[in-house]
């Protein structure tokens, strides 16, 4: 089941409620968890070179194209499950979890891309998504969201999570997440892996303590 929210998380049905948790060698209590899953592959098969047209139209297709079959149920997880508007996000989360109940927010939502100049000179795909992450980087107003954007986005969701000191599970997106994982680590995180290079169904846990200590992960 798919609830529906824009932009903002509300109050949806919990399931975990940030149990504590003595973790070997470190007499510390977790008081929250929090398991970051990249959305499966999506099947969709990019091309070498792009015009600018045709660049920002893959992009779109990008965004409706279904993700590859996954084989796996998720299990040793618990907790609500925030998902974020995109469908691939959707279809990860039932395919991995079931008939579950999933928070949707647009707060998870990759950060969008656009060409980073018209061009009817086809260039190659590499350089158009370098050029648009640079661009987004500095703030360009061509890019849908820049990243001083992304950053308060990504603060607005720890925020309201930390508010509801609930044990969840996000399933968003390999760009975006690597923002998030900075301003949960900002807010006192612990974060079992960095987020560069985030494949494809992914788990990094964050963990917050009471006394904010480094935590073991088990």
């Given amino acids: 089941m798919r609830q529906n929210f824009s932009a903002q998380i509300m109050g949806a049905n919990g399931v975990g409620k940030g149990v ?6 470190e007499r510390e209590v977790i008081r929250m968890k929090i398991t970051l899953i990249r959305h ?9 070179w792009y015009t600018s047209e045709q660049f920002d139209r893959d992009c779109a297709k990008y965004d409706s194209s279904p993700i590859c079959p996954i084989d796996d149920k998720q299990e040793g997880l618990w907790g609500e499950i925030y998902i974020s508007t995109l469908q691939r996000s959707f279809h990860t989360a039932e395919r991995l979890f079931g008939e579950c109940e999933f928070t949707e927010t647009e707060l998870l939502n990759e950060v969008p891309l656009r060409s980073f100049c018209d061009s009817k ?7 158009w998504n370098v050029g648009g992450r640079l661009q987004w980087m500095m703030q360009s107003r061509r890019q849908p969201e820049r990243k001083a954007d992304t950053q308060k986005r990504a603060g607005q969701l720890v925020e309201k999570l ?3 000191n609930k044990d969840c599970i996000l399933v968003s ?3 975006f997440m690597r923002t998030l994982l900075a301003e949960l680590k900002r807010q006192g995180f612990c974060i079992s892996k960095s987020g560069v290079g985030i494949a494809n169904l992914a788990q990094i846990t964050a963990v917050k303590s009471i006394k904010g200590e480094t935590a073991n992960y088990l």
């Fill in 20 to 25: 504590g948790i003595v973790l070997k060698n």
């Fill in 40 to 48: 499966g592959k999506v099947n969709m098969k990019w091309k070498k």
């Fill in 162 to 164: 930390i508010e509801q």
């Fill in 121 to 127: 000179i086809s260039l190659p795909l590499w350089m």
């Fill in 173 to 175: 997106h390999g760009f």
